[in-house]
């Protein structure tokens, strides 16, 4: 199984972009569903989770501008992102963690945001 990410692009300070992640096939066990970012020179970072049972968790910076979702019959996660930053400018992975503890990471799509 694979995830698939889609969303990225070019926007203007301010502006909203919504990222969606969907899984190629049915994963069993999912208990975690979430988005990483990784920024030019630095590591890899959490911005937001969902679990199954709807409880979510932010990266401060993104709190009140970002909006984590999902569907579980769908097995997808979705990320709204509003009034952007410069600094939100990164690779966005999607994540999923099953009860197992298996992992699985989407490739990746690149948010640029300009000022």
């Known amino acids: 199984v694979q995830l698939q990410a889609s969303g990225g692009g070019l926007v203007q300070a301010g502006g909203s972009l919504r990222l969606s992640c969907a899984a190629s096939?049915?994963?069993?066990?999912?208990?975690?569903r979430g988005w990483y970012r990784q920024a030019p020179g630095k590591e890899r970072e959490l911005v937001a989770v969902i679990m199954n049972n709807g409880l979510t968790n932010y990266e401060d910076s993104v709190k009140g501008r970002f909006t984590i979702s999902r569907d579980i019959k769908k097995d997808t996660v979705s990320l709204q992102m509003d009034s952007l930053k410069p600094d939100d400018t990164a690779v966005y992975f999607c994540h999923v963690k099953t009860v197992y503890g298996r992992i699985y990471w989407g490739q990746g799509t690149l948010v640029t945001v300009s000022s």
């Open positions: 096939g049915k994963i069993v066990g999912v208990n975690v």
